[in-house]
């Protein structure tokens, strides 16, 4: 069982920045895939940026040249970096610990979430 818990989300207006925290409850050297999924009100759940153990990563279009994924082993610490955020970027951003199945990330395990409201 790993247990994460997000930070850093708030209210920041257009163009400005944040940066999410997610600290695991175990080491997460082993975990194959730590990612940042989003989800804004009444829509999907997205995959937003992935890093893999060998520090492979992973954006969806929409946030690319803006977010940087990156993870610190020894912190057991994920982090998303948001530059020049827009409003299109509100959502409930969660941490998550994935598998990989073939090339498919399958999540096993969520964080609560942290809300992220950009102002026009």
């Known amino acids: 069982q790993v247990q994460l818990v997000e930070s850093g989300g708030g209210l920041v207006q257009s163009g400005g920045s944040l940066r999410l925290s997610c600290a695991a409850s175990t080491s997460i050297f082993s975990i194959n895939v730590m990612g940042w999924y989003r989800q804004a009100p009444g829509k999907q759940r997205e995959l937003v940026a992935d890093i893999t153990r060998g520090e492979s990563k992973n954006y969806v279009d929409s946030v690319k040249c803006r977010f940087t994924i990156s993870r610190d082993n020894a912190k057991n610490t994920v982090y998303l970096q948001m530059n020049s955020l827009k409003p299109e970027d509100t959502a409930v951003y969660y941490c998550?610990?994935?598998?990989?199945?073939?090339?498919?990330?399958?999540?096993?395990?969520w964080g609560q979430g942290t809300q992220v409201t950009v102002s026009s």
């Open positions: 998550a610990a994935l598998a990989l199945l073939g090339s498919e990330r399958i999540p096993r395990y």
